[in-house]
């Protein structure tokens, strides 16, 4: 029935030449809303075939190309029955081969050619074939209009097309790129895939370059493996593919303009990439292997974790590699790893074509961990972006032991997540170089024409088990069994070349005797290695700095009131909310010296005096730009019309750079950029602030296996500050405490500070010694909530002038040391209770000192504030925080410490508690005043 209708309308004259712009018209309509065509022809639209899981929109673009083709070609185009040679059919069988290139395009990778074993169950895909189109092999012969099919002619015989379509996306290259809806990235993919049919001519001398970067894979683990059986190395073997994949793609980068390329993988092939493609010494390695160690990086890490800097020669000069230092949780590196080109492009002022992330994911995790997520939600954000990452998959399908889809994932392939930002995706059997080395080339074009992340998901197979003294015969038996009788990559390709006249088998020989040699002489094996030019960043001036390192942090109060007034300025027309307005107008206050400052106003004075000096700023977290309590209003929006102004952007002439962001709603993968942000740059104050200090539990993987411990591990310091708001002001569990005990608890080696600023001078001061001090160590910071606006908390524009942080802070009120019979050591907001409830009893007795840095302990400040007091017996800690939590238990060695010889120290605070903090108001308004009072109660 459907059949007769489409015939009638295609033999009608209405489809005739130009009457097809008309069709066009109602088609579009149609695509609208089909009750707006008449009954007739929303029963010929219906009828066209459909493509399973194909956009209507698509299906309209194919269609209305062919109508404008038909209506370009005039009356002749008409149906024909029996074609002339070459002149293209005409009939109704012409709409559906545009519907089979259109199912080609969207579902030719589900029978593509991918896994190297064999062993992936294809479903058999119905659009795909001719019977599903209405066509066969009898109209192989008729020529058709191929549409916007790339392959270089308007018309193809069927026959001829079907073999091109089955060549383009059917091959060793599954490509999905269908779901991108901008029409432009679409179209560019479409041509480069289809104008060479997914398979370009390669020339002998990239071929054999293809050849030698398979030897060097296979080279390199067999090596290994003999000369330390049984060591664990995370063989690459099976996706061998991937080093000369990884050394093309830095050559074409090079090639295009890149300058400096990070790389983050996880531990699997690493010692191949780090030996073959960055150009480590061999015999460092080997020297690893044996149990020698560099004494200069502290604790160290294992050599799988190890990260590498190189220069690489390229045909656009040399490109500097850097391998990010990687713990074992899989796909927390990849943030860092953006974070670290974001600071290296920041730096160059450039192009985002000049430095190149690349990220290289295992199949499970890129589907299993939510980070991945996190990085590609990030990556198109004006604070993250980094004009795209091209990420490859080692998908050798096995994740440790787990290998069956229904358990790793819940999607087709474990690259579907890249499809939340459009990215286009290439799935290529690792075990075909050539499409290996195609779609790589054809993922860089298309990440620095369009900025955007691309993925290529490199289909191979584990020959060892997850470490090689591992069985994995154990759990894999059917896959194994293959994967014992199935050639290694470099045989493979070393046959085709063969077989192609390429080379002879004893070429193939000696490559590999050459690379074996090589190993054996120990010397770089990277012809294209190049030793480190002098780089961009110095880092010598921050080595070797502790946290005492003396600073001048001095500055007039002039210059501060002459800052504060360009803080204060905004353009005439910036219209600013009534309450905003009103905290300016309190600023201006504050600099002319009728108010003392708040916190708010001294934060940002610590950002304009750093700017003025030629400092750069980056400030991201959640909220930041207004700041979660209202404090910070660092961006101003303009009510007129919704444009934003900083301030601080707008110093002085030459100042130095200033970006504040809100971030994406992670604190994993933004912690995660953010250290890989100040690791990259230490010229910078880079700050992250999360909404709630409990916020930050979303990133521990960041606190405890880069911020604590990267220096130790890896000899990489970080500057990075961190923001954590924190204070029990009755607000429930989730939101009063930053958990400042896991942060005392990891602190070691002076590896990070831990500061809780009480007034607006000290954090004004804190956050200028963070950059003016040489050292480049984290700061975590419990920051305030209510302090921001305590009447107490407020500070002289002198008190910020004199440039000091005060690790310790003495008693402030007239009390006489020689009349007080207890002290009271205390940290941050806890402190004005103390204060307020003494005042209020007229208490001369008791003395109160706050520990302004709890880490590292302030030993010789602390000594000098007790000195005051060494008469004293009975000491006091009190704390707002559960006992069980604050610094109590992790920091009482200290106390213990500073106190005088034979003085007791007992706790003042809430008891412990498996909880922060209680809900109720009212049981925490009593908690507060109870842990008051005992500290003020001399027994
Ligand atoms: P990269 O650009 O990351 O390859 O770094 C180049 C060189 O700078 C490294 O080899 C180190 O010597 C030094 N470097 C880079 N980052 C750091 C850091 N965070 N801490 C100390 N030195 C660094």
Redesign the pocket.
């Known amino acids: 029935m459907q059949e007769s209708v489409m015939k009638a309308w295609w033999d009608s004259s209405h489809m005739a030449g130009a009457n097809a712009a008309y069709v066009e018209e109602l088609y579009e309509s149609y695509m609208e809303d089909p009750q707006s065509v008449s009954d007739t022809w929303r029963q010929i639209f219906d009828s066209l075939p459909k493509v399973e899981g194909v956009e209507l929109e698509t299906n309209h673009t194919s269609v209305k190309d062919q109508f404008r083709k038909l209506a370009a070609l005039g009356p002749t185009a008409r149906m024909s029955s029996a074609p002339v040679e070459g002149t293209p059919v005409s009939d109704d069988r012409q709409v559906k081969v545009l519907q089979l290139i259109n199912a080609f395009r969207f579902r030719g990778h589900q029978h593509a050619n991918l896994d190297p074993l064999g062993l992936w169950k294809q479903e058999r895909v119905r659009d795909l074939e001719l019977s599903h189109h209405n066509l066969s092999d009898k109209d192989f012969d008729s020529v058709f209009n191929v549409g916007s099919f790339a392959i270089g002619k308007d018309s193809m015989s069927l026959g001829e097309l079907f073999k091109s379509l089955n060549r383009t996306y059917c091959g060793s290259i599954g490509a999905e790129y269908m779901h991108i809806t901008d029409t432009d990235q679409k179209r560019w993919l479409q041509q480069k895939i289809e104008s060479v049919q997914a398979k370009p001519e390669f020339s002998k001398d990239e071929k054999l370059t293809l050849l030698k970067g398979l030897t060097a894979a296979d080279g390199m683990e067999k090596y290994l493996g003999s000369k330390f059986p049984g060591a664990k190395r995370f063989s690459l073997e099976g996706g061998d593919a991937l080093v000369p994949m990884l050394k093309n793609l830095i050559t074409n980068a090079g090639a295009a303009g890149t300058k400096?390329v990070?790389i983050g993988m996880a531990h699997r092939g690493r010692l191949n990439v780090l030996v073959n493609v960055l150009g480590k010494n061999p015999s460092v390695l080997f020297d690893e292997f044996a149990g020698k160690h560099d004494d200069s990086l502290g604790a160290g890490d294992v050599k799988y974790h190890a990260?590498?800097?190189?220069d690489f020669a390229t045909p656009g000069g040399n490109v500097?590699?850097?391998?990010?230092f990687n713990p074992s949780h899989l796909e927390i590196v990849n943030p860092v790893v953006m974070g670290?080109v974001r600071a290296?492009l920041e730096r160059r002022n450039d192009d985002t074509n000049t430095v190149l992330p690349i990220t290289i994911h295992g199949d499970s995790a890129i589907a299993g961990q939510g980070v991945v997520q996190e990085t590609f939600n990030m990556s198109q954000t004006r604070g993250f972006a980094v004009g795209g990452t091209v990420r490859i998959v080692v998908n050798n399908q096995v994740g440790f032991t787990t290998s069956k889809t229904e358990d790793t994932r819940s999607t087709q392939y474990c690259t579907d997540i890249a499809k939340m930002v459009q990215a286009p995706i290439f799935h290529v059997n690792s075990d075909d170089p050539e499409a290996v080395a195609f779609v790589t080339q054809l993922a860089l074009e298309y990440r620095n024409k369009f900025k955007r992340d691309v993925v290529i998901d490199l289909v191979c197979y584990r020959r060892h088990g997850h470490n090689e003294a591992d069985e994995p015969n154990a759990t894999q038996p059917l896959m194994y069994q293959k994967v014992k009788k199935h050639p290694v990559p470099r045989a493979i390709y070393a046959d085709q070349l063969i077989a192609e006249g390429v080379i002879e088998q004893r070429d193939a020989d000696r490559y590999l005797e050459e690379y074996r040699a090589a190993l054996d002489h120990g010397a770089c094996v990277v012809e294209e290695w190049r030793p480190?030019t002098k780089?961009?960043?110095?880092?010598?001036p921050?080595?070797g700095h502790d946290w005492d390192t003396p600073y001048d942090g001095a500055i007039s109060v002039e210059k501060l009131q002459a800052l504060g007034e360009a803080l204060t300025s905004f353009p005439e027309g910036h219209k600013l909310q009534s309450r905003v307005n009103k905290l300016y107008q309190d600023r201006k206050a504050m600099v002319s010296g009728e108010k003392k400052l708040d916190w708010g106003m001294a934060e940002n004075l610590a950002y304009a005096s750093l700017v003025d000096a030629g400092e750069d700023i980056r400030m991201t977290g959640q909220d930041s730009g207004r700041g979660t309590f209202f404090h910070r209003h660092a961006v101003l929006h303009n009510q007129a019309d919704g444009s934003t102004y900083m301030p601080l952007q707008n110093i002085r002439e030459g100042q130095g750079e200033i970006e504040i962001y809100d971030s994406v709603l992670s604190e994993e993968a933004v912690m995660a950029f953010e250290y890989g942000y100040?690791?990259?740059e230490?010229e910078c104050l880079t700050i992250w602030e999360a909404q709630f200090g409990d916020f930050a539990n979303g990133a521990q993987v960041v606190f405890d296996q880069f911020l604590s411990s990267?220096?130790a591990k890896?000899?990489?310091?970080?500057g990075l500050t961190m923001l954590l708001p924190h204070g029990y002001e009755g607000q429930g569990p989730e939101h009063s405490s930053a958990r400042l005990e896991r942060f005392l608890q990891m602190c070691a080696d002076h590896n990070w500070q831990v500061c809780v600023p009480s007034t607006p001078a000290q954090v004004f001061n804190m956050l200028r010694r963070q950059v003016v001090r040489p050292m480049?160590k984290p700061l975590i910071v419990m920051s305030p909530k209510s302090l921001l606006r305590h009447p107490l908390a407020t500070s002289s524009l002198e008190e910020l002038a004199e440039g000091k942080f005060h690790n310790v802070i003495s008693e402030i009120d007239d009390i006489n040391p020689k009349d007080v019979k207890r002290v009271v050591m205390c940290s941050g907001k806890v402190y004005y209770d103390l204060l307020d409830q003494r005042r209020k009893n007229e208490q001369t007795d008791v003395a109160i000192v706050r520990l302004e840095q709890l880490y590292p302990f302030p030993q010789e400040e602390c000594a000098k504030v007790v000195a005051q007091y060494s008469h004293v017996t009975d000491w006091v800690w009190c704390q707002e925080e559960p006992q069980n939590q604050g610094a109590w238990y992790c920091s009482q060695h200290h106390f213990w410490q500073a106190i005088p010889d034979g003085a007791k120290l007992t706790y003042a605070g809430r008891e412990a508690s498996s909880s922060p903090a209680v809900g109720y108001v009212s049981v925490h308004n009593q908690q507060q005043k109870a842990l008051v009072e005992d500290a003020l109660t001399i027994k």
């Open positions: 400096e990070v990260g590498f800097s190189s500097h590699l850097a391998l990010a670290s290296r480190m780089h961009s960043v110095d880092w010598s921050y080595l100040a690791t990259a230490p990267g220096e890896w000899g990489r310091l970080c480049r």
